[in-house]
Nanobody, 125 residues
Framework: QVQLVESGGGLVQAGGSLRLSCAVSGRTFSSYVMGWFRQAPGKEREFVAAISGSSPVTGYVDSVKGRFSISRDNAKNTVYLQMNSLKPEDTAVYYC??????????????????WGQGTQVTVSS
């Protein structure tokens, strides 16, 4: 019923940019927290960024601050992740998620109800 579809991933050289999109269908989530996570091979799923349903308030993991920017378009029910100055360490599958129970728990994967299939981001050196 609820589907999240990520797009925009690909292969880029270090220093390049990508813009990820996540389109949500089935329900509207304009009032809920939306987030981006990533998972590299052999590692746990890691919080990257989140955006609240109002104001808006944004939050980022320290390693991407100043390089990544999260935004949302409520009319399109879509969340974006603009990634600049990419580094090889950013290589991972990126997942979008929606409907966090609380802003204070935005870092925790278990706080989100719905997840996309993920999109691969590979940064070469």
């Amino acid at each position: 019923q609820v589907q999240l579809v990520e797009s925009g991933g690909g292969l880029v050289q270090a220093g390049g940019s990508l813009r990820l999109s996540c389109a949500v269908s089935g329900r509207t989530f304009s009032s809920y927290v939306m987030g981006w996570f990533r998972q590299a091979p052999g590692k746990e799923r890691e919080f990257v960024a989140a955006i609240s349903g109002s104001s808006p308030v944004t939050g980022y993991v320290d390693s991407v601050k100043g390089r990544f920017s999260i935004s949302r378009d409520n009319a399109k029910n879509t969340v974006y992740l603009q990634m600049n100055s990419l580094k090889p360490e950013d290589t991972a599958v990126y997942y979008c998620a929606v409907d966090s129970m609380a802003w204070g728990r935005r870092v925790l994967p278990a706080s989100y109800r719905y997840w996309g299939q993920g999109t691969q981001v590979t940064v070469s050196s």
